[in-house]
């Protein structure tokens, strides 16, 4: 990776994290697959990973560098927390979603999404959060009120709500 960042997501999977990182990559613009260590036969009775395979990749997506592990199936993925794509166009909205829920994604509500990988994602209009915090609390409310209706977040229902139509 081009430099080292402080703090560095560590997304932890069974066996998939190369598979993972190559198709994050392939749905983000200025994206990159970094490093893969692999691991040894040192430590087996610990990791129990075969030597040879892979023990994590390194990859950058429009400038956020992340690491996927293969750490073993103790862990997994939950909806507390999540990885949010702001999105300034419905065309953006509806690439996202439809990349990411793509061969066995999950769509959720209020513009959440599951990846085949099972991480979870918000895919949402930068708009919105101005929306919801705007002072006009009747024009949040409606806001709001559309956005519970959603799974994929529709922008243009969005504003009409906040336009109060």
Same mark, same amino acid.
Request: charged fraction near 20%.
């Given at each position: 990776?081009?430099? /080292?960042?402080? $703090?560095?997501?560590?997304? #932890?999977?069974?066996?998939?994290?190369?598979?993972?990182?190559?198709?994050?990559? +392939? =749905?983000?613009?200025?994206?990159?697959? *970094?490093?893969?260590?692999?691991? +040894?036969? !040192?430590?087996?009775?610990?990791?129990?990973?075969?030597?040879? &395979?892979?023990?994590?990749?390194?990859?950058? %997506? !429009?400038?956020?560098?992340? /690491?996927? %592990?293969?750490? *073993?199936?103790?862990? @997994?993925? @939950?909806?507390?927390? &999540? /990885?949010? $794509?702001?999105?300034?166009?419905?065309?953006?909205?509806?690439?996202? #979603?439809?990349?990411? @829920?793509?061969?066995?994604?999950?769509? +959720?509500?209020?513009?959440? %999404?599951?990846?085949?990988? *099972?991480? +979870? #994602?918000? =895919?949402?209009? =930068?708009?919105?959060?101005?929306? %919801?915090?705007?002072?006009?609390?009747?024009?949040?409310?409606?806001?709001?009120?559309?956005? /519970?209706?959603?799974?994929? $977040?529709?922008?243009?229902?969005?504003?009409?709500?906040?336009?109060?139509?």
């Amino acid at each position: 990776m081009a430099s /080292l960042q402080r $703090i560095n997501p560590c997304l #932890w999977y069974d066996n998939q994290a190369e598979e993972a990182a190559r198709f994050y990559v +392939s =749905v983000f613009r200025d994206s990159s697959l *970094g490093a893969v260590s692999y691991y +040894s036969a !040192e430590g087996h009775d610990i990791h129990g990973r075969p030597a040879g &395979s892979v023990m994590t990749v390194e990859f950058v %997506l !429009e400038g956020q560098s992340f /690491l996927a %592990l293969n750490g *073993g199936p103790q862990f @997994t993925f @939950t909806e507390a927390i &999540s /990885l949010m $794509i702001n999105c300034h166009s419905q065309e953006e909205i509806d690439y996202y #979603w439809d990349a990411l @829920t793509a061969n066995g994604g999950q769509p +959720s509500e209020c513009g959440w %999404l599951k990846d085949r990988f *099972g991480v +979870s #994602w918000q =895919v949402a209009p =930068v708009q919105l959060d101005e929306l %919801l915090r705007d002072p006009d609390r009747r024009k949040a409310d409606r806001v709001m009120h559309a956005m /519970l209706q959603m799974q994929k $977040i529709d922008l243009a229902e969005i504003m009409r709500a906040a336009e109060g139509a």
